[in-house]
């Protein structure tokens, strides 16, 4: 999904450094620190992120964001539980 938003393989490579990386824009940094924060402790998600979150998104796509990303943390969850491998392109 990032490849096809033109992100290349050395920015994902770095992507664990992306609050360092110049190439990343504000509001994708700051959907990341969200995704970070929500999936090590959503507890952690607090009223200044939410702040910054405000500036860059509106209401509906802060819940889009938090959405999608907890649906992702369920589905990491789920399959380290069941010790899947993750499929890979043109696997079945």
Known sequence: MARRQGWNQETLDRLERFEQLAEIDEPTRVALRFAERMTRDS??????????LRRHFDEGSIIELAAVIGTFNYFNR???VLQMEPTKPGQR
Request: aromatic share 16%; no cysteine; charged share 25%.
């Open 78 to 80: 789920f399959n380290n």
């Open 43 to 52: 507890n952690a998600v607090d009223d200044e992120l939410y702040a910054i």
